[in-house]
């Protein structure tokens, strides 16, 4: 069911039975051929193939747009909330939820900036929830971490992983919203750096944090492969992240 289309009295007697689902997303550059809504599209619309789904066990909310996306702000078109201040509006929209009767609540996430924030938001919930019982189940993942097995074993993709403005967005958007997409300047960065150590794409051994912004990884604002994306590619990678996404708020309604 959908959030926002309730009433109040409907949210307090349907939160407790309902797995409460916010997508989290950004607004920010995806290069020169995706729009500045990408991240949000697609956890918009993986949120509402969810809910489809499961109409009887998930209780949708509104996409929420704005992003962590400080290091994307060299670049035009980034609408960022900084991280500290990220991290408290999800502390407090959880506690809304927790108020609202909500006893599993799942963070939808879009965008790779929202990880740290979102894994800093649920620590401090999890300290201010210690001693509730029943203790409220707050869980949060980016949609391509929960799904990698299976894409992993998909193997139709040409790239190893999820970038950014790379083959899988852009095929995503190809899917969803393909007047938006301008193939004809997609191209992206391998951004590879000389070391055993640290790969920014991941393709291969990323064994240490390090501090870099998104400029110095590319000079258009892309990465990976997005030339190689097509909307049959997109289509295929809609199905397999709803089915995994499924999965598990079958499993999360189940956790005592």
């Not at 609408?79 to 006893?103: F, H, K, M, N, Q």
Request: with cysteine.
């Amino acid at each position: 069911m959908l959030f926002a289309e309730l009433t109040s009295p409907e949210i307090g007697r349907l939160a407790p039975g309902r797995v409460a689902v916010l997508p989290i997303a950004a607004v920010e550059q995806h290069g020169a051929h995706l729009p500045v809504e990408t991240d949000s599209a697609i956890a918009a619309e993986l949120g509402r193939r969810v809910e489809a789904a499961r109409p009887d066990r998930v209780l949708l909310l509104p996409v929420l747009w704005a992003g962590s996306s400080h290091h994307h702000l060299k670049f035009p078109g980034t609408l960022s909330i900084s991280s500290e201040t990220y991290t408290r509006v999800l502390v407090d929209l959880v506690e809304s939820l927790i108020a609202s009767g909500c006893r599993r609540i799942f963070l939808l996430n879009g965008h790779g900036g929202n990880q740290t924030p979102f894994c800093e938001a649920l620590y401090r919930v999890a300290l201010a929830r210690r001693d509730d019982r029943p203790r409220p189940w707050v869980a949060a993942q980016n949609y391509w971490s929960l799904a990698a097995p299976q894409l992993a074993a998909a193997g139709f993709m040409e790239s190893p992983r999820l970038t950014h403005a790379c083959e899988y967005e852009t095929s995503l958007l190809l899917a969803l919203k393909p007047d938006t997409v301008n193939m004809d300047l997609a191209r992206g960065e391998r951004a590879a750096r000389e070391s055993r150590y640290y790969d920014p794409l991941e393709y291969g051994p990323c064994l240490v944090h390090v501090c870099e912004t998104f400029e110095a990884m590319t000079a258009h604002g892309a990465l990976g492969s997005p030339e190689k994306a097509t909307a049959a590619k997109g289509a295929r990678l809609f199905d397999l992240i709803t089915d995994s996404l499924v999965d598990f708020i079958d499993d999360f309604a189940a956790w005592e």
